[in-house]
């Protein structure tokens, strides 16, 4: 529980590298967040223009998509564990055999 060289009544020492680490992680991942929405935008540019997609078409199906899970709440649901095609049992979502058969599984590449 406690270090060895600490008991409980001592003050705990101070948390600015934790703080620093999770500031470089925070900056990180804004970043990643940043370049998605710059793909996602040119992605969604690309499609209108050589399909002919409108904006109200894409807001109907974020808002289908939002609603999966019966609620409107800008989150998409979490992705359940399937049934392998071969053996019928249930597996973890990560897996890419069944841990039962060993049956090769197909990714969803919108699991969550």
Same mark, same amino acid.
């Given at each position: 529980?406690?270090?060895?060289?600490?008991?409980?009544?001592?003050?705990?020492?101070? $948390?600015?590298?934790?703080?620093?680490?999770? #500031?470089?992680?925070?900056?990180?991942?804004?970043?990643?967040?940043?370049?998605?929405?710059? +793909?996602?935008?040119?992605?969604?540019? +690309?499609?209108?223009?050589?399909?002919?997609?409108?904006?109200?078409?894409?807001?109907?199906? +974020?808002?289908? +998509?939002?609603?999966?899970?019966?609620?409107?709440?800008?989150?998409? #649901? $979490?992705?359940?564990?399937? $049934?392998?095609?071969?053996?019928?049992?249930?597996?973890?979502?990560?897996?890419?055999?069944?841990?039962?058969?060993?049956?090769?599984?197909?990714?969803?590449?919108?699991?969550?």
């Amino acid at each position: 529980m406690f270090p060895s060289n600490l008991s409980p009544s001592d003050p705990l020492p101070p $948390a600015r590298p934790t703080v620093a680490l999770g #500031a470089s992680e925070v900056a990180r991942l804004q970043m990643q967040v940043e370049r998605l929405l710059m +793909i996602t935008e040119a992605l969604w540019g +690309i499609l209108k223009e050589q399909n002919g997609f409108d904006d109200k078409e894409l807001q109907k199906r +974020i808002v289908e +998509i939002d609603l999966r899970d019966g609620r409107m709440d800008g989150r998409v #649901a $979490a992705t359940p564990p399937a $049934a392998c095609p071969k053996c019928g049992r249930m597996v973890p979502k990560q897996s890419v055999r069944c841990m039962y058969c060993g049956e090769p599984l197909l990714m969803d590449p919108f699991a969550r």
